[in-house]
C-alpha cells in the first residue's frame, strides 16, 4: 500500500499543540564518596493530535522518535587523562544518528506515555496527547580505577549531545511512515572539579546556567534509516580510557 492509495494522509492529520521545552533550571550536582552524581534538566515534548477515522484492518501508531547526532562525554583526570563515553560509528562520520529508542520498543522513544495506537474501523476522530521527556543521570568517580589509588584526580566532566526528535503516524500493516514535525535539541554540561578539596565543595557548574531551548524546525527532516532500528545509544557506547601517554583503551566494549 503506497501514500497515493493510503486512506490517512498528512493533511488529514491534526497537531493541535505541540510544545518541546528544556527546563529552565541549572543541573544538580551532588557530591558523595564514591563520586559525582549530576542530573540535567528535563527535555519535554507533547503533542495533541486529531487522528481521522481510521479504516477496517488498519492499525496507526502516533508517537515520538528520537536518534542521537552527536555525542562528547569526557571525564578528565588531571593530567593523567580521560575517560571517554563514545558513540564509534558516530564518531567515525559512519551514520548520522543512532537510535535512541529504549531498546524495546524500536521505532519508538518508549511505549507508554510517548505512543498512541488506534486500531480501525474507527467511526470518527481520536483525539489524544503523546509526551515523552529525556535528561541525563550520570555517576563519575572522583578517583581512576587504573590508578590503584584512592586519591581524587577528577578535574572535569564535559558532556555536549545533540538530538533530533520526530512527531510520526505509523501504518503498522503497510509501514508507511507520515513524519508530522521535527525538532532539534541540545544539552550540555560542564563542570570543573577541584581535587583538593573537601567533599562537598569540590564541584561547580561552569560555563552556561541554563539550556538552550529545542527548535521545532519549519522543514521535517527525514529519519535516517538506522534512527528507525536497533541497535540503540546504549548499546553501542563504549567507554574508552585515553591516556595522555600511550594508547587507547577499551574499558567497557558497547553490548
Known sequence: MGSDNSSIKRESIVVCDLSATIDHCPTVIEESLCGLQYKTPYFKASAQIVMPPVPRNET?????IQACTHKEYYNTYGDVGMSSWELPQLREGLVQAISDSDGVSYPW????????TIVGPTSKPSRFIVSMNDSFSSHVTWTLWISGSNTPLL????????????LVALNTTSREKILLH???????VDIAVDPSLPLGSRARLVGRVHQDQPRVLTQIEPI???AMRGPNANEVQVLMWRPRRGPPVVVIPPK
Do not use: L
Not at 496507526?60 to 515520538?64: E, F, N, Q, S
Not at 522513544?109 to 498512541?116: A, F, K, Q, R
Not at 578535574?155 to 520526530?166: L, P
Open 224 to 226: 535516517p534509516p538506522n
Open 155 to 166: 578535574t572535569n566532566i564535559k558532556r555536549d549531545q545533540s538530538f533530533t526528535t520526530w
Open 109 to 116: 522513544y518508549g511505549n507508554t506515555t510517548e505512543t498512541v
Open 60 to 64: 496507526w501508531v502516533v508517537g515520538w
Open 182 to 188: 521535527t525538532i532539534k535539541w541540545r544539552m550540555r
